[in-house]
């Protein structure tokens, strides 16, 4: 699976949040904590700041090639600040069959919508799949479409889906999504695990989904992560226990006061400037870091220099 980032907060320089953490996302990308697999197949991020010339939108950075071989990454990166920010590394299998293009990395970003998307994800036989999920896509998301990718046209079906911007129209969207596709493999009978791990990001917000399906097409998928994981790579239960292992939020304050390395204060809600929800804590000490576990969707806002968090159960 890939790695995603998502950060709102004060104005930070974006190195705090990609380069300097021991577990940074670059470091992921290399030595990922949670995965067997290198993050080979291309990186990306999308970035609001008032400092950009259309502060509104956000600035979007892709590119097909494993992020530490970037040699645009350390000019470009230490030279940005955001307020928001999501980021992605990409895992692929190593085969001819990956499609290594910019179009192919995340995170994905359409016009008429105030949302980007990253995702830790898979969705298997996603083509034939579409016999079923094409009749819900829109036509204005669905020809914005460049890439390849089962992450590309979860977004459109996601969009397309969407009723309005709130927390309660996204949550329902999200729902119908997973129900949607666990319902096109029954009729297809093509049931397989598949991973929906999202990060949707605007400005100012980000919605953090951890969701999916089980190995049989199943929307209540249960069982011991921790324990799944001892059984190894290349097994039904450690590919299980992927898809069930909780994804990581920080809620701090700080974030922006130190520019010369990466330090922040962990906090209480009411006291947070900042959040990041991630794939993997970006340090050694897990201290301060909480879980958003497997059938859970957060809801972060910065309104006024103030963070706020729901979690919600979906109800798939």
């Not at 494993?66 to 920010?85: E, G």
């Not at 329902?172 to 997973?178: I, L, N, Q, S, T």
């Not at 319902?183 to 929906?196: F, T, W």
């Not at 209540?220 to 939020?249: A, Q, V």
């Amino acid at each position: 699976m890939c790695r995603v980032l998502a950060f709102i907060g004060p104005e930070t320089p974006l190195e705090n949040l990609l380069l300097k953490p021991t577990n940074s996302l670059v470091n992921q990308a290399l030595d990922p904590e949670l995965h067997p697999e290198l993050q080979l197949a291309g990186w990306g991020f999308g970035a609001w700041s008032e400092h950009l010339l259309h502060p509104e939108g956000p600035f979007i950075y892709r590119r097909p090639t494993a992020a530490f071989y970037d040699d645009n990454l350390n000019r470009t990166v230490p030279s940005l600040r955001a307020s928001t920010m999501l980021a992605h590394v990409r895992a692929a299998a190593y085969d001819a069959k990956v499609v290594m293009t910019d179009e192919n990395c995340h995170p994905f970003s359409f016009t008429e919508t105030p949302w980007i998307v990253a995702q830790n994800g898979y969705l298997p036989n996603w083509q034939l799949l579409q016999r079923e999920l094409l009749q819900h896509c829109k036509d204005v998301y669905l020809k914005q479409m460049k890439g390849s990718t089962d992450t590309e046209f979860l977004y459109v079906l996601l969009l397309s889906l969407l009723e309005g911007d709130s927390d309660e129209d996204v949550q329902r969207a999200v729902e119908k999504m997973v129900g949607l596709v666990a319902a096109a493999m029954d009729k297809l009978d093509l049931p397989g695990l598949s991973k929906m791990k999202m990060a949707l990001v605007s400005r100012n917000r980000i919605i953090g989904v951890n969701t999916g399906l089980g190995h049989h097409g199943e929307t209540n998928p249960s069982g011991d992560w921790k324990e799944l994981r001892e059984s190894g790579p290349g097994t039904d239960d450690f590919s299980l226990s992927m898809l069930l292992e909780p994804m990581h939020l920080l809620m701090g304050r700080n974030f922006d006061k130190d520019e010369t390395t990466y330090a922040f204060e962990s906090c209480d809600e009411g006291e947070a400037t900042g959040a990041i929800f991630a794939s993997e804590a970006l340090t050694d000490d897990t201290d301060g870091w909480s879980q958003i576990e497997f059938g859970e969707i957060v809801f972060l806002t910065n309104e006024g220099g103030k963070v706020s968090k729901t979690v919600k159960t979906l109800s798939v």
